[in-house]
């Protein structure tokens, strides 16, 4: 009985919490206007990659795009490969410094702009009830702005002395150099070199993907009907649904490119401290990390989950920065996040943090 | 800076700054059991497939191949399809040639002057020809050296072997591996030359036996045999 009150009572808030959140979630779809185009971009691609495949047009798939005898190997294939097999492989070489390059210029763009996983991602969030959608959404906002309030408290605590409040520095960190993805990565070389054939190429999302449209397409063109396909999507779905957060905490592809993004200075998101709520106004927003897909916390690095190292230039923080605080310039001179916020000294007089 | 913030870094207290957390650790350390364990499966091994031009070192394809797919693209007779899982999980997706669909191998004679393009395209040189070779040629019915495997034929299906003058395998053949038994007579039974035969896969490709209705077989009476390496 005490139950049901309970139940009752949640639906009754969670339905006036719906009607506000349904609404701030609409003006941020609307706000996140490169992520429309980044969804857009992804699915064009994939689209014609898939038509390639089942067309016969030889121009390869995202684990090998190329034509003739030019190809662009997945850098973790090319990797695997050549442990794999113990020989140097020009191809794999050249696609390697390739792709190293590119990231090095745009660092983990692939991850936003091309993977078909990020489609995936977008479909799952189609189907997800508004409900538990808004639920997710609310309980990363919950969290950043707790940490923005804090940061705002120690600011006050540095103005009144305390030397080392504003930088944060006293807080715990939340990542470290490497991570999860990392051992991921090593793992899966590790079984490369021991077993003597590219291990993780068996499982990889991306190939996956494509193998799942070749072979619902295999299975209507010529009624080829094999276990596949069931266990190919089944296994997609183990990993990017089950496996929660398979491309922060699990994919060694995202690993091998955050090694490289980390060294990245060009199209960094950067705040213009002048423009920005926090720094300029001292009021809580923490929109930019509300927003960031990679979980990065761009106005307080020290308590995002992941470094700048995972950028993966989507734009989304720059799309929802309230006053358009936030630019990626095509070359940021030095590392961008480090800087020691000073608060004009009018703000300072009502610094109360303050919430919406 | 970098020296900076390692000093700041030992100065404050070794609390969870950095480093990696106990849930990473977990998700590392059980993804690279699962990686090794996937790893075994090179033992577990599959059944023999008929693997493209190039590809008859079985160990060799299977540590190059990356299932980029872009050889079943290259071919231009669509007889390079992606292996099934009933053959093996670990052969799964790794290209091998099917010659039910009608489609053989003519090594791309026709297409490409006798350069195989699954070869030409693959990346990571999984599919890789020695530096000189010969292909079969279909106009002086040489056999060439590039073997992909041999027919062979099973009397129980033959439709020849039940008196019905069927010889569509001997006429599909460009290298003159298939030979009939009592040529010109009434019932002419087609045999294998197994020095000529270069398993290109056109008899395959030919054979009604499954298509006749009558025989219940789950293969045709004509298939070619991967070689053993």
């Given at each position: 009985m005490a139950q049901k009150k309970e139940t009752t009572e949640a639906s009754v808030s969670s339905q006036a919490a719906g009607v506000k959140g349904k609404g701030s979630a609409n003006a941020l779809a609307a706000k996140l206007k490169t992520r429309r185009l980044r969804t857009a971009v992804g699915a064009v691609v994939f689209v014609g990659m898939a038509a390639g495949l089942v067309a016969g047009?030889?121009?390869?798939?995202?684990s090998g795009f190329g034509w003739d005898t030019f190809s662009m190997l997945c850098p973790l294939g090319a990797l695997g490969t050549m442990i794999a097999t113990k020989t140097v492989i020009p191809r794999a070489v050249v696609s390697l410094v390739l792709i190293a390059a590119l990231v090095l210029v745009f660092g983990r763009a692939f991850c936003s702009w091309l993977c078909p996983t990020m489609l995936i991602d977008r479909v799952r969030d189609f189907f997800r009830s508004p409900k538990k959608r808004r639920e997710l959404a609310e309980k990363k906002n919950s969290e950043i702005k707790a940490i923005s309030q804090q940061e705002l408290t120690s600011l006050k605590a540095a103005k009144d002395g305390?030397?080392?409040?504003?930088?944060?520095?006293c807080q715990p960190v939340h990542?470290?150099?490497?991570d999860s993805r990392h051992a991921v990565l090593g793992g899966a070389l590790l079984s490369t070199a021991v077993?003597?054939?590219?291990?993780?190429c068996l499982v990889c999302p991306v190939g996956l993907t494509f193998a799942t449209v070749l072979v619902i397409w295999r299975a209507f063109a010529?009624?080829?009907?094999?276990?596949g396909l069931i266990l190919i999507p089944a296994m997609l779905v183990i990993e990017?649904?089950?496996?929660?957060?398979w491309c922060s905490n699990f994919c060694p592809l995202s690993a091998l490119m955050n090694l490289v993004g980390r060294f990245s200075r060009t199209f960094v998101p950067t705040i213009n401290d002048e423009k920005c709520l926090e720094t300029a106004?001292?009021?809580?927003?923490?929109k930019c990390a509300e927003v960031c897909d990679a979980d990065?916390?761009?106005?307080?690095?020290?308590?995002?989950?992941?470094?700048?190292?995972?950028?993966?230039?989507?734009?989304n923080c720059v799309d929802v920065c309230p006053t358009h605080a936030i630019t990626m310039p095509v070359?940021?001179?030095?590392?961008?996040?480090k800087t020691v916020v000073e608060i004009p000294d009018p703000v300072m007089d009502d610094l109360e943090p303050k919430l919406d | 800076m970098a020296q900076e913030e390692k000093k700041d870094e030992a100065e404050?207290?070794?609390?969870?700054?950095?480093?990696?957390t106990r849930r990473g650790l977990f998700i590392g350390v059980g993804s690279t059991a699962a990686l090794l364990g996937l790893g075994a499966l090179r033992y577990a091994g599959h059944n023999p497939l008929n693997r493209?031009?190039?590809?008859?070192d079985e160990a060799h394809l299977v540590s190059g191949?990356?299932?980029?797919?872009r050889c079943y693209e290259a071919c231009p007779r669509e007889a390079i399809v992606p292996a099934k899982i009933e053959d093996g999980l670990l052969g799964m997706r790794s290209p091998m040639l099917d010659f039910n669909t009608g489609n053989y191998c003519d090594?791309?004679?026709e297409e490409n002057g006798g350069n195989p393009l699954c070869v030409a395209v693959c990346p990571t040189a999984a599919l890789e020809l020695p530096a000189a070779f010969t292909v079969g040629n279909p106009e002086t019915g040489e056999t060439g050296d590039i073997i992909i495997g041999t027919a062979e034929i099973d009397p129980r299906t033959c439709l020849a072997y039940r008196m019905?003058?069927?010889?569509d395998c001997y006429d599909a053949c460009?290298?003159?591996?298939i030979e009939l038994k009592?040529?010109?007579?009434a019932n002419p039974i087609p045999y294998v030359v197994e020095d000529k035969?270069?398993?290109?896969?056109a008899c395959q490709a030919a054979c009604l036996s499954l298509s006749s209705g009558s025989i219940k077989s789950t293969e045709r009476a004509i298939v070619v045999r991967p070689i053993e390496a």
């Open positions: 047009v030889s121009m390869g798939t995202m305390h030397a080392c409040g504003a930088c944060g520095k990542h470290g150099k490497v077993f003597g054939f590219p291990v993780f010529h009624g080829d009907a094999t276990i990017l649904v089950v496996l929660r957060k106004r001292a009021t809580s927003c923490s990065i916390n761009i106005r307080h690095p020290e308590f995002g989950l992941r470094t700048m190292a995972d950028c993966t230039r989507c734009r070359f940021v001179g030095k590392k961008a996040g | 404050v207290k070794p609390a969870p700054r950095g480093g990696i493209p031009p190039g590809g008859t191949c990356i299932r980029c797919e090594f791309c004679y019905t003058g069927c010889r460009n290298y003159s591996a009592d040529e010109g007579g035969c270069n398993g290109c896969g």
